[in-house]
């Protein structure tokens, strides 16, 4: 079993950054992605960012690009989200998500494991 834990969240101003981070327990998914989600009260969990763990490949959702960078450390089984200019409608739970098991990066019902979930909260 991967366990997966976020770290990294936190309260910040509009306009602020924060870095999320997500260690896998072991790496047993070299070959497929990993993700971020997110989910604020009362929506459904949203497609946030993904890598693809051995190409370095990345995906994002249109409303983060350019503001949101993913990436991976091997070494450290560690994947980074690196969130800056957070607006208001930021505010979260963002949940890290390990092997896509070659399904959409986009789904997450493709991804086999979760981590707990760290808040991030964005005050205007």
């Known amino acids: 079993q991967v366990q997966l834990v976020e770290s990294g969240g936190g309260l910040v101003q509009a306009g602020g950054s924060l870095r999320l981070s997500c260690a896998a327990s072991?790496?047993?998914?070299?070959?497929?992605?990993m993700g971020w989600f997110r989910q604020a009260p009362g929506k459904e969990r949203e497609f946030v960012a993904a890598?693809?763990?051995?190409?370095?490949?990345?995906y994002y959702a249109d409303s983060m690009k350019g503001r949101f960078t993913i990436s991976r450390d091997n070494n450290k089984n560690t994947v980074y989200l690196q969130m800056n200019s957070l607006k208001p409608e930021d505010t979260a739970v963002y949940y890290c998500?390990?092997?896509?098991?070659?399904?959409?990066?986009?789904?997450?019902?493709?991804?086999?494991?979760w981590g707990q979930g760290t808040q991030v909260t964005v005050s205007s």
């Open positions: 890598i693809h763990w051995s190409s370095g490949y990345t």
């Open positions: 998500a390990g092997d896509s098991r070659g399904g959409s990066v986009y789904l997450p019902d493709s991804y086999a494991y």
């Open positions: 072991k790496r047993t998914f070299s070959r497929y992605a």
